[in-house]
T-cell receptor, first 113, second 113 residues
Framework: QKEVEQDPGPLSVPEGAIVSLNCTYSNSAFQYFMWYRQYSRKGPELLMYTYSSGNKEDGRFTAQVDKSSKYISLFIRDSQPSDSATYLCAMSKSGGSNYKLTFGKGTLLTVNP | DTAVSQTPKYLVTQMGNDKSIKCEQNLGHDTMYWYKQDSKKFLKIMFSYNNKELIINETVPNRFSPKSPDKAHLNLHINSLELGDSAVYFC????????????FGQGTRLTVV
């Protein structure tokens, strides 16, 4: 079993839809949870991060972490064609010089106008 | 100004050759990384350097050798290139005291023929 599982999709939605992206993980040592967005032929860019369990909202994006279920989610409200990208969940056990991100495989999202 | 820059952006080379990829960050971060993204978009850490010291060295063939001349630069040298080395290589950096956000470069697309 991989440490982080993420459905690769592809996921295709109409403009304005609510998008739900999810990851599960097996290692309870993960403490930091992130979502990265990667446009085609570009580097990943950080969208959201949360520490431990809870919710975090930033504009149209909401990140949720449920450590008891080892499950994290990213919700995108009022999705736009510019949201079309690959979304990667990432996790780390600690910060500092041992900081190492473990990524999911990414979900390819297409938002159709 | 580009925060994390890599050169070259594209690299096509023959099997058996030796090549280098350069990375520079102007964010003042003290930790830098190399990640590899394979054809299935799976992003995996290879190396991490903190203040020019090797911190993380995942299971990577000895043909791959990172070098950090100073904390703003982390280069990746690859000897005796193989077909399986074809991938996109991403450099990233983060600040140890802000331990959740890694900034990625645009990637170097390496094709070994």
């Amino acid at each position: 079993q991989k440490e982080v599982e993420q459905d690769p999709g592809p996921l295709s939605v109409p403009e304005g839809a609510i998008v739900s992206l999810n990851c599960t993980y097996s290692n309870s040592a993960f403490q930091y949870f992130m979502w990265y967005r990667q446009y085609s032929r570009k580097g990943p860019e950080l969208l959201m991060y949360t520490y431990s369990s809870g919710n975090k909202e930033d504009g149209r994006f909401t990140a949720q972490v449920d450590k008891s279920s080892k499950y994290i989610s990213l919700f995108i409200r009022d999705s736009q064609p510019s949201d079309s990208a690959t979304y990667l969940c990432a996790m780390s056990k600690s910060g500092g010089s041992n900081y190492k991100l473990t990524f999911g495989k990414g979900t390819l999202l297409t938002v159709n106008p | 100004d580009t925060a994390v820059s890599q050169t070259p952006k594209y690299l096509v080379t023959q099997m058996g050759n030796d090549k280098s990829i350069k990375c520079e960050q102007n964010l003042g971060h003290d930790t830098m990384y190399w990640y590899k993204q394979d054809s299935k978009k799976f992003l995996k850490i290879m190396f991490s350097y903190n203040n020019k010291e090797l911190i993380i060295n995942e299971t990577v063939p000895n043909r791959f050798s990172p070098k950090s001349p100073d904390k703003a630069h982390l280069n990746l040298h690859i000897n005796s290139l193989e077909l399986g080395d074809s991938a996109v290589y991403f450099c990233a950096s983060s600040q140890e005291t802000v331990n959740t956000e890694a900034f990625f470069g645009q990637g170097t697309r390496l094709t070994v023929v």
